[in-house]
């Protein structure tokens, strides 16, 4: 099993910057997927941005593309989202996720951005 604990949520304005964190406990390892997953208030959650295995290398939504940054911490098994040039619709609950498939999810955090 793995824990995961998402922060770093809350409220600016628009084009303001926040850095989410999720940190992982348990059966954690460093070679698994990790990613960022939103939802919006009355739409289904969409991928964000993910980062894989060792070598680090990520994908993004296209939607997020050069304003949000993925990075990992293997010593601290922890992901990192850092969100600028914030849109308000990018407001939403962030959750991060990982292993093969998506196995393991967040509780998720709040991001709101405001006009």
């Known amino acids: 099993q793995v824990q995961l604990v998402e922060s770093g949520g809350g409220q600016v304005q628009t084009g303001g910057s926040l850095r989410l964190s999720c940190a992982a406990s348990g059966r954690t390892g460093t070679t698994y997927e990790m990613g960022w997953f939103r939802q919006a208030p009355g739409k289904e959650r969409e991928f964000v941005a993910a980062?894989?295995?060792?070598?680090?290398?990520?994908t993004y939504a296209d939607s997020v593309k050069g304003r949000f940054t993925i990075s990992r911490d293997n010593a601290k098994n922890t992901v990192y989202l850092q969100m600028n040039s914030l849109k308000p619709e990018d407001t939403a609950v962030y959750f991060c996720?990982?292993?093969?498939?998506?196995?393991?999810w967040g509780q998720g955090t709040q991001v709101t951005v405001s006009s």
């Open positions: 980062v894989y295995g060792r070598g680090g290398s990520t």
């Open positions: 996720a990982v292993d093969s498939g998506w196995r393991y």
